[in-house]
Nanobody
């Protein structure tokens, strides 16, 4: 069974840091682009970051540039989202998603939900004093 298993959410004060993990179960993450999305109460889901499956190129939403970093460790079959300088407006449920690369030249990555094949279970991040 193909699954994405998330961990690392929680409660943090403004200015603090958290690292989210997205681990693949049942498949090799190295062949997949991985995106991170978030949905705050009463708002639509938005793309936060993406890392491609072949050249490891990355995309960050403007709202998190300079604060968030996406990385992958294929040996651990895991992608990370390091979140620094957190703000109250970063409070949301964060989900990772996987897009299977369509070949070795596929560097697709996007901050839109279309195109992703598998989704993690979501994890709550709350930024509050």
């Amino acid at each position: 069974q193909l699954q994405l298993v998330q961990s690392g959410g929680g409660l943090v004060q403004p200015g603090g840091s958290l690292r989210l993990s997205c681990a693949a179960s049942g498949f090799t993450l190295g062949y997949y682009a991985i995106g991170w999305f978030r949905q705050a109460p009463g708002k639509e889901r938005e793309g936060v970051s993406c890392i491609s499956g072949n050249d490891w190129s990355t995309i960050l939403a403007d709202s998190v540039k300079g604060r968030f970093t996406i990385s992958r460790d294929n040996a651990k079959n895991t992608v990370y989202l390091q979140m620094n300088s957190l703000k109250t407006e970063d409070t949301a449920v964060y989900s990772c998603a996987a897009h299977r690369s369509r070949g070795s030249l596929d560097t697709w990555c996007a901050l839109t939900m279309q195109g992703f094949d598998y989704w993690g279970q979501g994890t709550q991040v709350t930024v509050s004093s």
